[in-house]
Every structure is written in C-alpha cells, then in structure tokens.
Nanobody, 115 residues
Framework: QVQLVESGGGLVQPGGSLRLSCAAS????????MDWYRQAPGKQRELAAS???????SYADSVKGRFTISRDNAENTVYLQMNSLKPEDTAVYYC?????????WGQGTQVTVSS
C-alpha cells in the first residue's frame, strides 16, 4: 500500500520558519510530480508548491519568495522549507504524488502561525 507520511508541522510565531517533510513508500518516487497542498479552516484546498520529476518547481503567488520545495529521490522524500511565515499560512499541509495516472495523498500536518 502506498504511503505518504508528512512531518514537521507545528506552532510558530509570525516571521518564523518551518521545514515540512513527506516520506513516500511503495511508489517509484522519481517518476512522480510531488505537490504540497494546504487547506485553511473554512477554505478550499489549494496548491502551494510543486516539483516535477525533473526538478522544475512552481509556486502559488501567495508563497512565492518565501517557500522552497525540494526533493531527494535517494530518500524518497519531498520537502517544503517555509520562511517568513504569516498567520494566513495557517493550514493543514498535505503531500500529494501524481504521475499522470495515479494520485496519492498524505494524512496532512498542521501548521499554525500565531503569536
């Protein structure tokens, strides 16, 4: 069974940083595009950052310049480095793997930005 396990969430003050990790198992990780989605209370899930199998990255305008997505194919892990965090970044962050046919989700990790 495919597993995506997120970690690294927590409570941080505005202006702080967090690094999320998502470890994948039972997929050919290097063949998948990896995404970080987020869902704030009362809002729809939105795509925050994406990295293709070839390493091309893209970001939502709301996180551009503050968040960095990266991947380690040897470790089957994707990361999201989040800097200059704002209260509006508060959300559950989900890892997603997509190869054009199959799509898998992690269980999510809570990020709360508050003083």
């Amino acid at each position: 069974q495919v597993q995506l396990v997120e970690s690294g969430g927590g409570l941080v003050q505005p202006g702080g940083s967090l690094r999320l990790s998502c470890a994948a198992s039972r997929i050919t990780f290097s063949m998948y595009r990896m995404d970080w989605y987020r869902q704030a209370p009362g809002k729809q899930r939105e795509l925050a950052a994406s990295i293709t199998s070839g390493g091309v990255t893209s970001y939502a305008d709301s996180v551009k310049g503050r968040f960095t997505i990266s991947r380690d194919n040897a470790e089957n892990t994707v990361y999201l480095q989040m800097n200059s965090l704002k209260p509006e970044d508060t959300a559950v962050y989900y890892c997603n793997a997509y190869d054009g046919f199959n799509r898998y989700w992690g269980q999510g990790t809570q990020v709360t930005v508050s003083s």
